[in-house]
């Protein structure tokens, strides 16, 4: 396995469990219209009967002027992330994506950039990690644009 897909910090799902408004003063919300939402801490959808919480989170990576702050489910109730993710997650594998490479210094690599089906993404993690230049990757939804994950070099 040269890479892993990383979930959001179990810590920071645990605050924002906790809290009535995220890190930017926005009210979290409680989404249960009995659709399923893509959790950014277990990567499987979940929500069809106990719900989901909805908020503005500020992801670690990057740092930079390419730092934005994005849309993210997370389950209403507890969820375990997963121990070392080598598989494309069920969120990413289900959805069509934007794949966005940066550097280490934070630095968005255009001519990496790419959109791709879900189940085209492992494939597409090997061709984009042969650049030694590629230090992570964000996933993000392709129409909305949020945040699922991050992958990084192992």
Same mark, same amino acid.
């Given at each position: ?74 389950? *209403?109730?507890? +969820?375990?992330?997963? %121990? ?6 069920? !969120?990413?594998? /289900?959805?069509? $994506? &934007? ?13 990496? *950039?790419?959109? +791709?089906?879900?189940? %085209? ?6 061709? !984009?990690?042969? /650049?030694?230049? $590629? &230090? ?19």
């Amino acid at each position: 396995m040269r890479y892993s897909y990383q979930p959001i910090p179990t810590e920071v799902v645990d605050w924002h469990r906790r809290e009535k408004v995220d890190w930017q003063g926005n009210e979290i919300l409680f989404m249960n219209d009995g659709g399923t939402y893509p959790c950014r801490h277990c990567l499987k959808e979940s929500g069809s009967s106990s719900g989901a919480l909805l908020f503005s989170y500020q992801p670690i990576l990057p740092k930079g002027v390419y730092a934005q702050p994005t849309a993210v489910f997370i389950c *209403n109730d507890d +969820c375990k992330k997963p %121990d070392e993710e080598s598989e494309v997650p069920e !969120i990413v594998y /289900n959805r069509f $994506v &934007a794949l966005r490479t940066f550097r280490e210094n934070g630095m968005m690599d255009y001519g990496v *950039n790419t959109l +791709c089906d879900g189940s %085209d993404v492992a494939k597409a993690m090997d061709s !984009i990690f042969e /650049n030694d230049e $590629v &230090a992570f990757v964000n996933i993000h939804t392709a129409l909305a644009g949020c945040l699922l994950c991050t992958v990084r070099r192992t």
